[in-house]
């Protein structure tokens, strides 16, 4: 960058706060530079500030500390502007839900579906125009925090720059064409928006990518395995005179094409048995080779595959993780390094050094969770010294990779001894118990009932019985609640996920059945009135049932390894945000793709006159697209879009698709449907696995080696599942990354002072062994003397070892 760019904020040598005669000069100069001395103690508590607030979100500090930009930084990470640019990202996402071709159908079958309302021409447009203004001010801010030099360096800015050229060139496109035409390049580029501007998400592309080499291995190995099973079976299953016995041959196996998809598609099982049975009815030796294929493919590669990924990405995540730790500690020491610069600095410390004061003065600018600023407050009244060390400031902060413990409410103190003897009763674990009983009594009761009724007409059914128990039991959870308020009191009641869950179920089942009564009356004999209000009598039973039986999951934190395995899943989706993220953006690029290119192929029977082997004289093949009636999985419209990739990702019956749209469209589209089991299905749904088994085992490991927590207040947080085996970053780490800082220059002072340190630590063993071996050749006593008294400044512990020797 220019020098004139921007003030660059030099911290003072510490030299300077050392050598006392140098502050006396400036003292002597004159009180004009106090001024000054104040605003760069200000511009340093902001930059302490920002650099404590990158630390919590794991940001980059390489970016643009004067004033002006400190305040556009915390400004564009604010939580209204990044409110804005989520919506944003948001908005231009679901426009493909209403774009032409709209899905505001009720349904996506071609054959009942009507014509969709599509907005007029410059509707969509304008707000895609809206967001783009608002990326271009994205880019341009970020561009202009992290500086010229360093944008040159970041690939994702300038790809960033280089989506919003074309989409904006085909907007222009879009609209001289009056938004007639057929392909829209802008809309495939949409979900990178979202990708950049998640950091988790474009290291969990890192990792995906730095596993495909690995990878690529076996689907190599699965590609051999597949086409020599390819060519044995074309070899075996050839067609013969007899008719009969050529059915698998003409079914599965009539040419190159259909083999490679016969056995790519038993490769996931989803054709097994049924591509093996023409042979196997011939010859029952034949189902050797079907079985032998499935063996090798399915239970080696497969699962081969699934531990290579597990392997190579847990490591790669590991790196990722272990980078991320290195930023919020490089953020804590920056904010330590400028807090050191401020002219309250004793000059007489002999080390760099903060006041408490000004870290309270940072904490309380700072935006981080109340309860870490809390115990960072606390540790610091504890601490007894003024002034904090580099290791000391570095410890205070740990906080943020800790947990809190919720401290629930207090009980009531009851002063009468019948309320004191009620507390104990309806306070006790084995009340909570008999409530699981009485509860797993009504769902079983529900299921009896519902057996009984299975096979009755809507008016032969008494709904007596169940409108009674269901009263019954109602009136029982309505009483356990209370019970259960009046041992714990309100406030202790409601600390608890699982009494907030169990009360409002019970209050909702309480406001229906009250409704049920208010429209239907009281349960009686032959209980089966006509339709009144928005819901008829059984719609109204039914759902008190299911939120009944919905009531049931509050046995899980009673079960211990099922809340093992409830928390290990609650804990996937807070970890799972990146996955689900690029899960997404391959989700929508794949559908915008298979909307261009197979719109309007799936057309109902009636409506076509093209030749199609699976219908003859009003019968349909079995096992086809049209007999199965999977008409509503198409790509007609976005939404259907979506629906039709979770069925192929899924992989059952994902062969009748690659037959239909090979039959409506061309054979060249197994290519897309191949592709997108490929990057879905196999990879991953393998990256799923892993991290789940990571996961898992990560909660197992800490749930058998967990020490009581009753006089901890924290706890590790299981963000960062790795976060035991990370690696602390050491001194020279963090000192080499911050002289490498493109806008914060550390002076030379205090780099020299620095790596002096570091330099005379690492020469003071070698003299000291240099005189211990020779000390019978040093026979002058001040030699020995002189380099003795160098050797004071670094260790005197070695020092008075020479002097003994």
């Not at 504890?382 to 906080?399: H, I, N, R, V």
């Not at 299921?447 to 009674?468: I, N, T, Y």
């Not at 406030?491 to 909702?508: A, C, E, H, M, W």
Request: hydrophobic share 45%; glycine share 4%; proline share 3%.
């Amino acid at each position: 960058m220019e020098a004139g760019a921007e003030v660059e904020p030099l911290l003072p040598p510490r030299r300077w706060r050392l050598g006392r005669g140098l502050w006396q000069e400036r003292d002597g100069a004159g009180s004009a530079g106090e001024d000054g001395a104040g605003a760069d103690n200000d511009l340093h508590i902001n930059q302490a500030i920002v650099f404590i607030e990158d630390a919590i979100q794991y940001r980059s500090i390489n970016h643009r500390v004067d004033s002006k930009s400190l305040w556009l930084y915390r400004w564009y990470y604010s939580r209204t502007c990044q409110w804005i640019l989520n919506l944003t990202i948001t908005v231009i996402l679901a426009l493909a839900f209403i774009e032409e071709p709209s899905s505001l159908t009720v349904t996506s079958d071609v054959r009942y579906r009507l014509p969709s309302w599509n907005p007029p021409c410059g509707l969509t447009e304008s707000m895609e125009l809206l967001c783009f203004l608002v990326f271009m001010v994205d880019v341009s801010v970020k561009t202009y925090l992290i500086g010229w030099k360093e944008f040159w360096k970041n690939k994702w800015l300038m790809a960033y720059i280089l989506t919003l050229i074309v989409s904006l060139a085909d907007w222009i496109v879009s609209l001289s064409f009056f938004c007639k035409e057929s392909v829209r390049i802008r809309r495939i580029l949409r979900p990178f928006f979202l990708l950049q501007n998640s950091s988790m998400m474009k290291k969990t592309l890192k990792s995906i990518n730095s596993t495909l080499p690995e990878m690529m291995s076996v689907f190599l190995l699965l590609a051999v395995h597949l086409a020599l099973f390819t060519m044995f079976a074309m070899l075996l299953f050839v067609r013969t005179k007899d008719n009969q016995q050529d059915k698998e041959w003409v079914v599965y196996f009539r040419n190159l094409p259909d083999s490679l998809t016969s056995l790519l598609v038993l490769l996931t099982t989803a054709n097994n048995p049924d591509v093996m049975m023409p042979a196997y009815s011939k010859n029952r030796a034949y189902s050797i080779f079907f079985i032998l294929f499935t063996v090798l493919g399915n239970l080696f590669l497969m699962n081969l595959l699934t531990a290579i990924i597990y392997n190579q990405f847990r490591g790669y995540l590991l790196k990722s993780v272990q980078s991320s730790l290195l930023r919020r500690r490089l953020g804590i020491r920056a904010a330590f390094e400028v807090l050191s610069s401020l002219k309250e600095t004793p000059a007489s410390a002999q080390q760099s050094c903060v006041s408490g004061g000004a870290l309270l003065q940072v904490l309380q600018k700072a935006e981080m969770d109340s309860h870490c600023k809390q115990a960072i407050m606390r540790s610091l009244k504890m601490c007894s010294c003024d002034q904090l060390s580099a290791a000391q400031f570095q410890k205070l902060f740990e906080e943020l990779d800790k947990d809190a413990i919720k401290q629930h409410p207090p009980s009531p103190e009851y002063q009468s001894h019948f309320m004191q003897k009620m507390q104990f009763a309806f306070g006790h674990p084995y009340f909570g118990y008999l409530g699981n009983v009485i509860a797993l009594a009504n769902i079983i009761s529900i299921c009896v009932v519902l057996v009984m009724d299975a096979d009755k007409q809507p008016s032969e059914r008494d709904d007596f019985f169940l409108g009674a128990i269901n009263c019954f039991f109602i009136l029982y959870y309505l009483l356990e609640m209370l019970l259960k308020i009046l041992a714990m009191g309100l406030k202790r009641y409601l600390s608890y996920p699982s009494n907030r869950f169990d009360g409002l179920l019970t209050v909702i089942l309480l406001i229906l059945e009250i409704a049920t009564f208010a429209v239907y009356g009281f349960p009686h004999p032959g209980w089966r009135p006509e339709f009144m209000g928005l819901l008829s009598l059984w719609d109204m039973v039914r759902l008190v049932n299911m939120l009944i039986v919905f009531r049931f999951l509050r046995i899980i934190p009673n079960m211990k390894f099922m809340s093992l395995v409830v928390t290990t899943l609650l804990d996937l989706v807070k970890n799972l945000r990146a996955f689900a993220g690029i899960l997404l953006v391959v989700f929508y690029a794949f559908a915008i793709t298979g909307i261009m290119l197979f719109k309007g192929a799936v057309v109902s029977l009636g409506d076509t006159s093209a030749a199609n082997s699976t219908h003859d004289n009003g019968t349909l093949q079995c096992g086809t697209y049209e007999q199965l009636e999977y008409w509503p999985n198409n790509f007609d419209d976005f939404a259907a879009a979506l629906v039709t990739l979770w069925d192929v990702m899924v992989v059952n019956n994902w062969q009748v698709f690659l037959d239909a749209f090979s039959r409506y469209s061309s054979p060249w589209s197994k290519i897309y449907f191949v592709a997108w089991w490929l990057i879905s299905s196999v990879i991953w749904v393998n990256l799923f696995v892993a991290l789940l088994l990571e996961n898992f085992i990560h909660k197992w490991d800490r749930r058998c080696q967990r020490e009581s927590l009753s006089d901890i207040e924290y706890q590790r947080t299981v963000e960062l599942m790795f976060r035991d085996v990370l690696e602390e970053p050491t001194e020279e780490e963090l000192m080499e990354k911050l002289h490498q800082h493109p806008h914060l220059h550390l002076s030379q002072g205090d780099g020299a002072a620095f790596f002096g340190r570091q330099a005379w630590q690492g020469l003071c063993p070698a003299i000291h062994e240099w005189i211990r071996q020779d000390q019978n050749k040093i026979l002058n006593l001040l030699v020995v003397r002189a380099v003795s008294l160098l050797l004071l400044q670094c260790d005197t512990s070695i020092s008075y070892q020479i002097f003994r020797s």
